[in-house]
């Protein structure tokens, strides 16, 4: 093959993909009969057999030597252009196809092992529900179901209103016992059984939180990579979330709320506070936008205890703020939008929509 044909072929391939990945987004139906019940249900199952029985996380330790590998072959480049063994034109030209040749690999594999979730059909289609434009009481209602629920599940943990809570259960643990509640759910919504575990702890989890990440779900290995550095109240709904992305559940409003679902029917009461208290700050944080007197009587009914969980929840992720987090924000929103999430960041809390019809539904009760 002629340099000249193999570089054209680089600089069609990606494009011709785009089309091809928009031309699916029109299918849901054959994403979700074809692709994400045969073929990603069998390659994810395998992936996590294979790579579950691994103790280290091996995509970690693959997306660090990704890394070290494309900076090395940059640092050669650049060395090159420096000594003037090739012009700044060549230069450019490398690094460009490189980077063209390199985006077209991974979105092809990224798309073949997990991006086609992103255009499956929607979970209301899965849990017989039916999400609606959120009215300002409808909300208000659901915070205030929200509440009670989190107070109380954090009562059946402890009666000490004047410290954080540390939830009694080891991160091995909460990794072993994330499963339980997906397979209570699994007994009414088949799609959302989840096998063959594969869920693990990041290396060097403060870099993950300098950079606001919580968890990460690395599709080439079928593993959920989890930081276990923040405060453990809000681990078991995080694990949670990124084992609805191990399942096919790739739309971040989608993964918060089977991460909820799991959460709430799973019999720890760690996981029941959870995710109570993940749900709690979404619809908070929603309602705050649209009526800040109803958020600040609400805010009332906290529980002393539950302040001091918001409170060093909040003091945690401040510690980490930095310039390098803004930009690690704008690639996420940036990759949310390029796969069909309109909202970006922001579809993550989009759950308030799914948790209200849950909550029109059955009141939140099971």
């Known amino acids: 093959m002629s340099k000249k044909y ?123 529900i039916r999400p609606r434009k959120v009215s300002t009481p409808e909300l208000k209602t659901l915070c205030r179901e929200l509440i009670r629920l989190t107070n109380q599940s954090r009562q059946q943990l402890t009666q000490q209103e004047n410290q954080p809570l540390i939830l009694p259960i080891s991160h091995d643990q909460m990794l072993q016992e994330a499963a339980v509640g997906f397979k209570v759910i699994a007994q009414k919504y088949s ?27 690395f599709p080439f290995t079928g593993e959920a990579n989890v930081n276990m550095d923040p405060p453990n109240f809000v681990l078991p709904a995080t694990v949670c979330h ?24 799973n019999p720890n009461p760690a996981f029941q506070y959870s995710g109570n208290l993940m749900a709690m700050k979404y619809a908070m944080n929603r309602l705050v936008r649209v009526d800040s007197v109803a958020f600040k009587q609400l805010e009332r009914s906290f529980s002393p205890g539950l302040q001091q969980d918001l409170k060093k929840n909040r003091e945690y992720w401040e510690s980490f703020q930095n310039p390098i987090e803004v930009v690690s924000d704008g690639i996420h929103n940036l990759f949310l939008k390029a796969n069909d999430q309109e909202e970006g960041l922001e579809s993550y809390s989009m759950v308030v929509e799914l948790l209200l019809a849950e909550y029109r539904k059955n009141r939140l009760k099971y």
Not at 115 to 123: A, K, V
Not at 243 to 264: K, P, T
């Open 6 to 128: 193999r570089n054209t072929i680089i600089l069609i391939s990606l494009p011709l993909q785009i089309l091809v990945i928009q031309f699916l987004s029109t299918k849901p139906n054959w994403v979700e009969e074809a692709y994400t019940n045969k073929f990603y249900k069998s390659l994810s199952q395998v992936l996590r057999i294979v790579f579950g029985a691994i103790p280290v996380p091996v995509g970690q330790l693959l997306f660090y030597s990704i890394i070290a590998a494309m900076l090395f072959w940059l640092f050669r480049q650049v060395r090159q252009m420096w000594l003037k063994q090739v012009s700044l034109k060549t230069f450019f030209q490398r690094v460009g196809l490189a980077a063209v040749g390199f985006l077209s690999i991974f979105y092809f594999l990224f798309t073949l092992m997990w991006g086609l979730n992103y255009h499956r059909q929607p979970i209301q289609e899965i849990v017989d």
């Open 191 to 217: 799609k959302l059984m989840y096998t063959y575990p594969a869920v693990k702890q990041v290396y060097v989890p403060q870099l993950m939180s300098f950079f606001g990440i919580g968890g990460i779900y």
């Open 242 to 265: 990124e084992m609805a992305h191990q399942i096919g559940f790739a739309s971040e409003d989608e993964a918060n709320f089977v991460s909820y679902l799991a959460c709430r029917l």
